[in-house]
């Protein structure tokens, strides 16, 4: 059986105890280091597996395995379509498959911040600029959910893990090229850190302002708000910078 292990926020403390059953009964057990930073080091005294993009992506050798194989993923195992391909596959070739769900960053990096879930659009990623490549379309796709008054989880580059400074630079940079009016001076984001640990922190306020906040680490999610209700406004002012 392949199984899919969810592991929240921050494994090994974060894993349900029904995860941690079948961890302990997997005869192979891999991390995914693809979609977020090696965030699990160790499982006991469990050989683990680094699986690197290519490894997922070219997952073949998967079903070569014999006995219980556990694919540790950050967050929930679905929120990236490269695991949901390797379960396609596996049911298509009659691999018995199993699935565990835990806590995500989709919606929870908004709703820990006092936004309404039934404003929360589709999520972004921010690619990290090199040379000629700064493609425009982060910024359309965040201007598309800003003018349906959705807010936006945005994901930053985890190859290396995107600093706050540089994200917001980078939105700064797309405004100037664009000038839709999303990223005006006076526009304020919130960034989580850390979501769900002893750790965890969050600021609110001025773009300008807030790339300069340093409690945060890295990996981090940036939200930018649309239009607010009055309780949302209520709730970002407790994590104001």
């Known amino acids: 059986m392949i199984a899919f292990i969810s592991a929240g926020f921050n494994p090994p403390k974060s894993f349900t105890m029904e995860e941690m059953d079948f961890l302990e009964n997997s005869r192979f057990i891999i991390v995914d280091t693809y979609t977020s930073p090696n965030y699990l080091k160790k499982f006991g005294q469990r050989e683990l597996t680094f699986a690197s993009r290519k ?7 998967l079903f070569k395995e014999e006995g219980n194989v556990s694919i ?13 391909a390797i379960y396609q596959e596996a049911s298509r070739k009659g691999v018995p498959v199993r ?7 989709f919606p929870t990096a908004a709703t820990r911040m006092g936004l309404h879930l039934y404003k929360i ?3 972004v ?32 580059d985890t190859q290396p893990p995107m600093e706050l400074r540089e994200a917001v630079e980078e939105l700064q940079w797309l405004e100037s090229e664009v000038k839709g009016g999303v990223f005006e001076d006076s526009r304020e984001i919130g960034v989580v850190s ?25 990996p981090l999610t940036i939200v930018i708000p649309a239009e607010l209700h009055f309780q949302e ?7 104001r910078f």
């Open 55 to 61: 490894m997922l992506e070219d997952f073949e050798w």
């Open 72 to 84: 540790v993923i950050p967050g929930d195992s679905f929120s990236a379509t490269t695991h949901f």
């Open 99 to 105: 699935i565990f769900h835990n806590s995500s960053i």
């Open 121 to 123: 659009g589709a999520p």
């Open 125 to 156: 990623s921010l690619p990290r600029f090199e040379g000629n490549f700064r493609p425009l379309s982060p910024y359309d796709k965040i201007r598309e959910n800003y003018n349906r008054n959705l807010h936006t989880i945005l994901l930053l």
């Open 194 to 218: 850390s979501l769900g640990t002893e750790d965890e922190a969050i600021a609110y306020g001025r773009m300008n302002d807030v790339k300069e906040w340093r409690k945060g680490k890295v």
């Open 233 to 239: 406004k209520e709730s970002l002012d407790l994590f």
